[in-house]
Each structure stands twice: as C-alpha cells, then as structure tokens.
C-alpha cells in the first residue's frame, strides 16, 4: 500500500498552481475539485457511487475512499458495491460481514498520466472561474474611478496593474487626453469605461477622456456631490481642451458654482491639473433653456436669444466684442455649449442693424478650394474665413507650403463672399 505522505506531496504539487488564485472562494474550489477527482474516478471504475472525496483546502490534501458492503466469500454480485469477507479482512482486520469496508485510495493509485490530465484539467478550472470572478466584479464596478501603476506600453496600448486588486487594466491610447506620455511606475488614475469578454479573457476599460471621469473627479473633490447635496446634470468634454459641466443644488443654502470651485479655486485646481489644464467651466442648471444656453456660452455675454424649440435650433445675438468669445478658439466653445444643451446655436452679432457674423467655416469652401489647402490653413490655426482674411498674404506663404498665387486665389474667393454677404 502506497504511503499517505506521499499522496500529499503528490497532491501539494498539483495545489501550488492555483493556491493564488484567492478570489475563488473555498465552496465553489471544493466543488471543482470533488468533480475533477470524481471524473478520475470514473474514469477507472466505470463510476464514483461508491466513493467518497473529502477535501482539505486548508492543508492542501485530500482524501479518497471506496465504500463496499460485506458479504460472504462467493457471494459477491457486483464489484463495485460489494467486497467479499476475507478481502475486507485483509484491508482491516476488525471488518464482519454486513458492514461497510472503507478502503482508502491514493493518487499513485492511478498512474502518472491520469494525474497529470486531472491536475490539467483542475488548474483550467479555476483559472476560468477566477476569470469569471475578475469579470463580474468589475462589470459591477463600471465607471468607478481605479487608480493603478503603469505596468508596460504596448504599441498604442497601456497596461495598468490595479492597485487595490493587482490585476491589469488597458488603457488605450484614444482613452487619454492629447499630448499625455506615461511611463513604466507611472501612477494613473481613470474610470473604468466598459468590461468585455475578449477570446473567454475579460478585458477592463480604462479611460481619461470620458465625459464621466470629470463627473467622477467632481465627485471625489466635492462632498456636497457624494452627499446628494449637489447633482451634476450635464457634463461634455473636449479632452485636454475645455469641458463645461453643469450643476444644481437642492438645499437653497448652497451655491452649487462656489461649492465646486471651492475656496479661491481649491477644489477644482486639482481636477484641472489631473487633466492637463483642461479649462472647466461649471454653471448653474435651469429647466429655462433660453437662459441655460446664455450660461451654457460663458464667458461670452449674450444679448438676446430667438429659440425655436420644436428644431432644437437658437439663434444668439451678442455685442461685437463677444462673439469670439462665445465661439472659442477653433470654436470649442459653441461646440461644447450645443452639447450641453442639446441645441444647435448660431452666432450672431448685434448692429445697428442685427446682422450674421461675418464669419465662414472653412469647410464651406469645399467647393471651391482643394481640401489639403484647407488642411493647410488649419495647420497654422485658421479654422474660418476671416482668421484667413486677418493675416496678410505674406505671412500666409510664410508660414504654410503655399504657393503666393495660391494664396491669392484664396484670399480673392474669401473677399467675393463677404462682398455678397453685404449686398444682400
């Protein structure tokens, strides 16, 4: 008969490699394995009915044991469930007949191939249940904030060790903000965007440019957000640009505004410089749309508003002095106040006489003008007509690859439109 030490030791080996794997927990590892030695079992005899697997995690062992009846010598039907008297004497001498034989077993018992496919088999079990386990915590902790160490780059790729659970976290590189370098040891922060299941490995989301991590941030920096004090009811975000979030209070006591920004901007200085100096304007939520969109182009003063609800479409009329501000370089400011609000805005400019903004975007030129020339006048931060109109036709030549008739032509085919513009 083989030695009990040995089957531990035997079976120690075989634990080693799942020992880390301590989300699992101890019901659901015993039932695995109960299973994977029960098929051994099968395997051998034709069937587990007579047999008992009793399994100690805690040592790292188990024990295997034969369960027959006791008959007389010949009297034997069936094998499996019964032992003859003289071969259950010669297991225990104290057995009588009519009793049960316990007989232990071990693994040796089995032969090295069967142990290797069972101990095969039982690591890729509970590396899919701990695979399992990995994706359903995280599916449960979807746009929470995770903080991690920068563990590799791979190509446009960033791994991310968890550091409150150590496991790896991607992070894409169209998940962070413009002109953001990591390196390995690197601490950063994100929440997780989306958890998937990538050929039967869960895969975790984690990103920087999302609307919601600013919510988050917010969240983190201002109590009065956790406390239900305060809600946000808008957030949008031209990552590592401008955001614009809007906020409201339900306890009249409280500035939502003041409390966000906190004193002397204590509060969302941190925010600003975890993204990159991204220019964060908060204002204050109103169900009034009209006044909404006037907040929602901040810093800009606007001077009257035509809505057309049923089109989501306002018509915003400023003093000249505001226009640029309400539009925002390359316009990111009329972009994020329309996300915002839900309302496509046009700008327009308060006259004597009110008048459109004598103002194109490049793109409408499609038509006219070769799209790698208008490539080129945005290279150098020309978005609309008249940004082109404001420098002179030297320093157009100077500072892009075009040719001075070129730059003419462009100039001639700006100056037609606003002419026509007039006349009208």
Known sequence: MTPPNLTK?????????????????????????????????????GSDENFDVIVNTQKGDLELWRVRAIVSDGEVTDDRSQISISEALSIDEDYEIGEECYEQLYLVDFGRRAIQAARQTLISRLMELEKDDIYKSYKDRELDLVVGEVHQIVKRDILIIDDATGHELLMPRDETIKGEYFRKGDMVRGIIKKVEMRNNNPIVIVSRTDNRFLEKL??????????????????????????????????DRIDPVGACVGMKGSRIHGIVRELRNENIDIINYTANESLYIQRSLTPAKVANIDLNTEKKHANVYLDHDQVSLAIGKGGTNIKLASRLTGYEIDVFRV??????????????????????????????????AKSVLELTPEELVRRTDLEEETVKDIVKIFEEEFAEDEKQ
Do not use: H
């Open 9 to 45: 030791m035997n079976l120690a080996e075989i634990f080693s490699d799942f020992k880390s794997g301590k989300s699992i927990d101890r019901p659901t590892m015993v039932r695995v394995l109960e299973d994977v030695f029960r098929t051994l079992i099968k395997k051998k005899y």
């Open 218 to 251: 917010l969240e983190q920096e201002v109590p009065e957000i956790e406390d239900g004090l305060i809600s946000v009811k808008g957030v949008v975000r031209l990552p590592g640009e401008r955001a614009k979030v809007s906020v409201e209070s339900y306890d």
């Open 351 to 384: 006259t004597d006489e009110v008048e459109e903004i004598e103002d194109i975007d490049l793109d409408e030129f499609s038509d006219e003008i070769e799209s790698w020339i208008i490539d080129q006048l945005k290279s150098i931060g020309c978005d609309t």
